[in-house]
């Protein structure tokens, strides 16, 4: 909870104005920020200061898993944080690649899962982490890219959070993920839950203990019309205790995540936060 705070405070102490093409808005700005998650602990980076959708992070990234490519098969699971970018983003509505509502392209779980090769077969990199970490192989290459610029195109939203890292030392997992760009007020406390999240499960269906995760941002931003409900409510508010996350003993496949794993079996306990801020988003 502090580190994020502190974040938060340093993009308003240091941060610079610059535009930003896409949104059409100004977002004040920090380059290079470092966050750290106990996940061997379970101290839980959930956001006390304003209350945190957690459910709706931790079904994002089941989809992820599962590498599906529509956003009504998210909010089948619990989210519908794939709604505006799949039907409201103009240019992805007048794309050629589009293939009706819905429909989100080739971003994100499915390069995780379908990474198109030049001979026209497919590559399943969270497949190859599974079965490497399961076997106690760690190569240095235990990575999963969402990332594919020769793709962009084909998809309604370039990846943020793009890579993630695994390592193992003796049998603990640890995890390094990677963002590009990150909307401090709204999506970060979204991302941490995910990267605490994403190595809890590997961990658990992989047989290893969790060690660390290490959040690394490079481009921190507050948009402006989100600056003073940041500066003047949220940063105001006394941080309350950490929460823990209870994951389902019994997911202990890839293929339990594939199929029947719902949000019923992820439990946050002592979890108490201040009101919902409601923060302008930006597609």
Not at 13 to 34: F, Q, S, Y
Not at 65 to 93: C, H, M, P, V
Request: with cysteine; glycine share 6%; proline share 4%.
């Amino acid at each position: 909870m502090k580190q994020y705070l502190d974040l938060c405070q340093r993009i308003i102490d240091d941060g610079h104005w610059i535009e930003n093409k896409r949104t059409g808005k100004r977002c004040l700005t920090v380059i290079n920020a470092d966050l750290n998650y106990d996940v061997a602990n379970n101290q839980f980076p959930l956001i006390t200061t304003r209350k945190s959708y957690w459910k709706s992070a931790i079904a994002e990234i089941l989809g992820y898993i599962r590498g599906y490519d529509n956003a009504a098969d998210f909010r089948a699971l619990g989210t519908k944080t794939w709604d505006a970018n799949s039907n409201d983003n103009e240019q992805w509505l007048n794309s050629p690649f589009r293939k009706g509502r819905d429909d989100m392209g080739r971003v994100y779980g499915v390069q995780g899962r379908s990474w198109a090769k030049q001979d026209g077969s497919h590559l399943d990199q969270l497949r190859k982490l599974v079965d490497n970490l399961s076997q106690g192989i760690d190569d240095r290459g235990e990575i999963l890219s969402f990332y594919n610029p020769g793709e962009f195109e084909m998809g309604c939203l370039r990846p943020c959070m793009h890579t993630h890292t695994f390592s193992l030392l003796g049998d603990t997992l640890y995890l390094t993920s990677y963002q590009r760009s990150c909307d401090v007020p709204l999506g970060l406390n979204f991302n941490q839950v995910q990267v605490f999240t994403l190595l809890k499960i590997m961990a658990q269906i992989t047989g290893n203990k969790a060690g660390m995760a290490y959040h690394k941002i490079v481009n921190a931003h507050i948009y402006e019309d989100q600056l003073a409900l940041m500066r003047d409510v949220q940063l105001k508010r006394e941080p309350l205790p950490s929460p823990q996350l209870t994951i389902n003993p019994e997911i202990k496949t890839l293929e339990d995540l594939e199929t029947w794993v719902t949000m019923d079996d992820f439990e946050v306990t002592g979890y108490e936060c201040h009101d919902a801020i409601k923060y302008p988003f930006s597609v």
